[in-house]
């Protein structure tokens, strides 16, 4: 295989950190930082959106969002999302990573300033048209997964293209804890503004007028990372694995990571036409489904496994806090003040725990492997999850105590699963489908996203009907909510098993696109744990 490999591949391959490599993980990372921005900010201003559009001032506890309601405004951006990681994976290998990459980011743009200009002065206007932006935004979300990850594992070297693109992923931590501080400053700023009592001594005043500014400046406030990378991600060339293995472009290739590497390569058209001659099955065939068949259900199963866990437990920590007494009880705070609540603890846990975590796993991805990275994380989220939930009662009074325990389930997750959910489908499959089959991956992951996100929203009410939230029925309780999430990522440790290791291997090593077709491909196919050839 060595002597059919592409000379443009191996020098990818082989070539030393250089600035184009952190510019493309600049460029990339910029668009998750605005997916996560976009896709967890919606938690900081839930309750605000319950105070101001569906509050009863005859009720002793303040609005919130009916449970058809909250189920629409937190779900309607990963639907979204989840169309977008299936249309804009198969678009990336149908027409080029780059074709496409802009397209993603101006959708982010546009509909994160629509949100915030949702019109209509009933509740049921505002949240439609809130609704039916987030939707969009999600579909762009959604295009974003596929194609940062591709386009970073194919730009990467083989030596540290874990840590590249983790390091994009890792942006998400950013976008979740520049999200807390925005909402931070500007309910800060409104709170000393405007002055109002809490709900419980004055409830038509407790929410001032000027509320309705927050949240709308909140959502809007994700355009701007979005719009400042925009035109880099138009300078950026196609990949060399695109243009050379799918569009069989070596010449082009070969110009434009000259031009990226400084340095001259030679076109090997006649090796393009060997590599493609020899792998040419597409998705639905037997012999994918005998190659990576098992990867793909490995890698679409943990990704919806993991997401259940992360995102009920990311939309939904001010349910928890309040649970346990870390948050005072919303009749005794204004609706501003709320917010600056929700978005001081929010960002607490991104900064002691969710970042963390990323940054772990760029450091030591491609030393100790995507394969055990996942299956600690999966053991540790578990034992944790576990660890909060059995004793639940004791920790009701040391609130100290499980705020640490609980940033520990995001520090393993993110120097976990979640990481390398994201980073092995970018690697394991062929380049002609690398894409797609990443966006199905990232599809089932948002899949279990709308069940963690819509299924804690009912379970953790109160098993007594006297204290769940208005129009609620009672749920399971926050305890055996956590012990059903500790339960998932249990499961989440046997379905790593189908998932193979990429440390230190090409691309073409892993998927064999470069391989003569010869009667080598069954003995490497039997020789090999990684990826079948």
């Not at 948050?327 to 003040?337: D, G």
């Not at 004793?391 to 009074?397: A, F």
Request: aromatic fraction near 14%.
């Amino acid at each position: 295989m060595a002597n059919n490999q592409l000379g443009v591949l191996n020098a990818l391959d082989a070539a030393k950190t250089q600035w184009y490599h952190f510019t493309a993980i600049v460029i990339a990372g910029m668009g998750f930082f605005t997916d996560a921005y976009d896709l967890f900010g919606i938690s900081l201003i839930t309750k605000l959106l319950g105070r101001i559009y569906y509050t009863n001032e005859n009720h002793p506890k303040p609005g919130t969002l009916p449970p058809n309601v909250a189920a629409a405004v937190n779900g309607t951006a990963f639907v979204g999302t989840l169309a977008g990681q299936l249309f804009f994976g198969w678009l990336g290998d149908k027409l080029g990573r780059k074709r496409v990459y802009g397209l993603t980011l101006m959708l982010m743009v546009v509909c994160s300033i629509a949100s915030g200009l949702s019109f209509g002065k009933s509740p049921a206007g505002v949240i439609t048209t809130l609704c039916f932006f987030r939707f969009w935004l999600g579909f762009g979300i959604g295009g974003d997964y596929p194609l940062s990850a591709t386009i970073m594992s194919e730009y990467a070297n083989k030596k540290t293209r874990g840590a590249f693109i983790a390091a994009v992923f890792a942006m998400q931590g950013f976008g979740i804890l520049t999200g807390g501080i925005v909402a931070l400053i500007v309910s800060a700023s409104f709170d000393h503004a405007y002055k109002a009592p809490p709900y419980s001594v004055n409830r038509k005043d407790s929410t001032a007028p000027e509320a309705d500014y927050i949240w709308r400046i909140i959502l809007m406030f994700g355009a701007v990372p979005a719009l400042l990378t925009y035109y880099w991600r138009m300078k950026m060339p196609e990949t060399a694995r695109y243009t050379a293995l799918v569009a069989r472009n070596a010449k082009q290739a070969a110009s434009d990571m000259s031009k990226v590497l400084q340095v001259e390569l030679e076109a090997e058209e006649e090796k393009v036409e060997t590599a493609s001659s020899s792998n040419s099955f597409g998705l639905f065939t037997k012999e994918f489904a005998r190659r990576h068949g098992l990867h793909l259900l490995g890698t679409s199963v943990c990704w919806f496994l993991l997401d259940i866990a992360y995102y009920s437990n990311n939309l939904f920590q001010k349910d928890i806090f309040t649970a346990i007494g870390w948050l005072p009880k919303a009749e005794t705070m204004n609706a501003i003040h709320e917010v600056y609540r929700v978005a001081a603890s929010q960002s607490l846990i991104a900064l002691c725990g969710t970042i963390p975590g990323y940054w772990f796993t760029v450091a030591l991805i491609d030393y100790i492997g995507r394969f055990t990275i996942q299956l600690m994380g999966f053991f540790f989220m578990t034992v944790f999850m576990f660890a909060l939930a059995i004793p639940y009662h004791h920790w009701l009074s040391n609130n100290a105590g499980f705020l640490i325990m609980y940033s520990l389930t995001f520090f393993f997750a993110n120097f976990g699963p979640n990481a390398t959910t994201f980073v092995v489908p970018a690697e394991i499959f062929p380049a002609r489908l690398r894409s797609t089959c990443h966006g199905i991956s990232a599809a089932a992951g948002k899949l279990g996203a709308i069940v963690g996100a819509l299924g804690f929203l009912y379970a953790a009410q109160s098993t007594n009907p006297a204290e769940t939230d208005q129009g609620y029925p009672p749920g399971i309780g926050v305890k055996n909510t956590l012990l059903v999430l500790g339960s998932i990522n249990c499961l989440g440790i046997f379905f790593t098993l189908l998932v193979p290791e990429s440390k230190g291997k090409s691309l073409e090593e892993l998927t064999g696109e470069n391989e003569e077709a010869d009667g080598n491909d069954k003995q490497q196919a039997s020789s090999t744990q990684t990826l079948p050839v």
